[in-house]
């Protein structure tokens, strides 16, 4: 029998078409034979970014040892978290049940039937001091334990599967009462870092959820607290090696708590939520600082992550080049940074980013990460910056980690969205014209009018997922926004019509609430675990599905007038109220949108002729200044004039720019 995977679309199961183990992609088949052999299955859930499941592929899936025990006593499947994240979110939580903790790579024994009864994450090919028993090992109890206690097993499973079955519905019905965002702002504060920021400790992840949030709060309340936080962490993760000083943009996370170390894969989705949070502290606050940290971002995506003549973002770079690197690409030792920079520009560097003869790298410890340990001194900023240039044209002639040019639709929305909020702070029209052209393709090569929007552009499965379907509609009306076009707004509710229909639960005539993650009778929902449709509302990592249908129908409400939308939002938020406060941090999404339920909306209507003049100019301004729960309306009139409607208090009409910029200020 041979590997099946070489024929698949996903990067990550293409990767593993050479080994020796027979692997099945997820699917029918594959359940099938192992009902027809009677043997148990292995699923082993990765993504190309993954550092670890490189490493657990070279270890042990490509030993011809282990593929032989595995091709044996297994039915092995492989799936790709990113192709498939409605299987990966049941084996996580499936997985965790069992362990307490997930990831990547998930390893899980699963029956025929796809239940799991035992499973983890890395396993090492031999016992490792860390007390990782060794893959051979686990490999011969599973399947002993298979064929000889049966009633374990099935005990196991049974278990385990009503714990998914309950843990996939996240909603807890409750009122929508005016102390929820004060309570969760408090849930932040006390997971707030004083000494470094960001939220908890190592490993340490980015939150812009969260601090999208505080920016609010800090804004309606005028308590400086919040805007010590939301400042404290931007700068903290603008200063670590998480993120890249070098070619812009940001690591996935950081294993320490200082922002130091990272985990050196690039995420798509982390650096769309972070250029909308530096762009917003921007605008909020006005420190060009964090103008310059959403800049490199912009500059990153432009040169890595997006191909600008199709009209796509791709998806993510990797850590490594291979099994035994761990960040090489992205490190320096202190001979190679010497090696191209003049005296001048290494005393000054080596200064502000901290280079040594020992590094930060426990594989070499002569590797340092780049972290801004001192600032400049003005008269060195010009030594800094080209000590940067020439260390990134240096870099450029490394072999670099592959990035992954699939384009997904949620992710690709979310950071068409974030390029759209940059062209505006930013004053770029390059970040426009990329942005509207990847949702152009968005709606043209994933929309269907019966099915909703497909998980990758260009393909036609899977589909049925809501995360495609609202992360779209949020950037049609940040382009409806951004444009004046009323084909971007009209493009919104026809997708949340249909997610009425495919994804509320159960249907709006009844009381209960909130949207399911896949759509009734969507892809694969016949097997094991994804029979069961989930209501997830928890931000993990990226912001929650029904936080951002949430915040979708309150815009609408907020553009459109139609009290429907505001009926919707009321019957969605009430379906969640319950757990927000229990959620607080992981639940920022959600809270975003109880506060445009709780607060005023600014609602800008700037009137005038297209092209350029004072209507043009007063719409960038509107687009440019912060305020939150903003919604600016673009109309074509002959005229130029702006209103400013805050509440139920509108303004009188304004003609000039400076007028607009006194009356929101």
């Avoid at 029956?111 to 090992?137: I, K, W």
């Avoid at 099935?154 to 009503?162: E, V």
């Avoid at 779209?472 to 997610?499: H, I, K, N, P």
Wanted: with cysteine; charged share 20%.
């Amino acid at each position: 029998m041979s590997n099946q995977l070489a024929a698949q679309a996903s990067a990550y199961l293409k990767s593993a078409a050479h080994q020796p183990v027979h692997w099945h992609p997820w699917g029918d088949a594959a359940f099938a034979k192992a009902t027809a052999e009677d043997k148990p299955i292995l699923l082993d859930i990765g993504a190309v970014w993954c550092h670890w499941c490189h490493v657990m592929d070279g270890e042990s899936y490509e030993d011809p040892a282990v593929a032989a025990v595995l091709n044996r006593d297994f039915v092995c499947i492989k799936v790709d978290r990113d192709e498939r994240p409605d299987v990966d979110t049941r084996y996580q939580r499936a997985v965790q049940a069992l362990t307490g903790q997930g990831g990547w790579p998930l390893t899980a024994f699963l029956t025929p039937q796809g239940e799991v009864f035992f499973g983890g994450t890395y396993f090492p090919p031999d016992l490792n001091s860390y007390g990782r028993p060794g893959f051979l090992s686990v490999l011969s109890r599973m399947a002993q334990l298979y064929r000889d206690e049966r009633d374990k097993v099935a005990g196991n499973a049974t278990a385990i599967r009503t714990h998914v079955a309950q843990s996939l519905d996240e909603s807890k019905a409750g009122t929508v009462a005016p102390e929820i965002p004060g309570q969760v702002a408090d849930q932040m504060a006390r997971l707030f870092d004083v000494r470094y920021g960001g939220f908890g400790t190592a490993p340490k992840f980015p939150h812009p959820g969260a601090l999208e949030f505080l920016t609010a709060r800090w804004f309606d309340t005028h308590e400086p607290w919040p805007r010590e936080i939301v400042e404290k962490t931007l700068a903290g993760m603008a200063r670590g090696g998480i993120r890249d000083h070098v070619g812009g943009g940001f690591h996935r996370y950081a294993v320490d708590e200082r922002w130091i170390v990272p985990h050196f894969e690039k995420m798509s989705y982390d650096n769309s939520e972070l250029l909308r949070a530096y762009c917003t502290a921007y605008a909020a606050f006005g420190d060009p600082h964090w103008r310059d940290v959403a800049s490199g971002i912009v500059g990153w995506v432009f040169e890595a992550l997006c191909d600008q003549e199709r009209g796509a973002f791709h998806t993510s770079q990797d850590a490594d080049v291979g099994p035994e690197d761990d960040g090489d690409y992205w490190t320096w030792t202190e001979a190679e940074a010497r090696r191209v920079l003049s005296a001048d520009e290494w005393d000054v560097a080596a200064r502000v980013f901290d280079i040594g003869e020992t590094g930060e790298m426990h594989h070499n410890p002569a590797k340092n990460v780049l972290w801004r340990n001192h600032e400049p001194e003005d008269e060195d900023r010009g030594l800094l910056k080209s000590a940067v240039v020439k260390l990134k044209a240096a870099r450029d002639q490394r072999r670099a980690p592959t990035v992954d040019p699939t384009a997904y639709v949620s992710w690709n929305a979310m950071m068409a969205g974030a390029f759209l909020q940059a062209g505006a702070t930013l004053d770029r029209t390059d970040c426009n014209t990329l942005a509207l052209k990847v949702l152009e393709q968005i709606w043209a090569e994933a929309w269907s009018d019966d099915q909703g929007m497909s998980h990758v552009l260009g393909r036609a499965d899977p589909r049925g997922l809501l995360d495609d379907n609202v992360q779209s509609a949020a950037a049609f009306l940040d382009a409806y926004e951004s444009t004046g076009r009323d084909e971007w707004r009209d493009r919104a509710v026809q997708v949340m019509t249909y997610c009425a229909t495919a994804h509320w639960a159960p249907n709006w005539n009844e009381p209960a609430g909130g949207y399911f993650d896949l759509a009734q009778g969507g892809d694969g929902s016949g097997i094991a675990y994804l029979a069961t449709r989930a209501k997830p509302v928890q931000d993990a990592p990226t912001p929650s599905a029904n936080g951002v249908a949430a915040l979708v129908l309150a815009r609408l409400w907020a553009l459109t007038g139609d009290s429907t939308w505001r009926e919707r939002l009321d019957r969605q938020l009430a379906a969640f109220a319950g757990v927000a406060v229990q959620l607080g941090l992981h639940g920022a999404t959600l809270s975003r949108a109880i506060d445009w339920a709780l607060h005023p909306v600014t609602r800008i209507e700037v009137n005038g002729p297209a092209g350029e003049g004072p209507a043009c100019a007063m719409h960038l301004h509107a687009l440019q200044v912060y305020r939150p729960r903003k919604v600016v309306v673009r109309t074509i009139a002959a005229a130029p004039s702006a209103t400013v409607c805050v509440g139920t208090t509108c303004s009188l009409p304004v003609t000039t720019p400076l007028d607009l910029e006194e009356l929101l200020a």
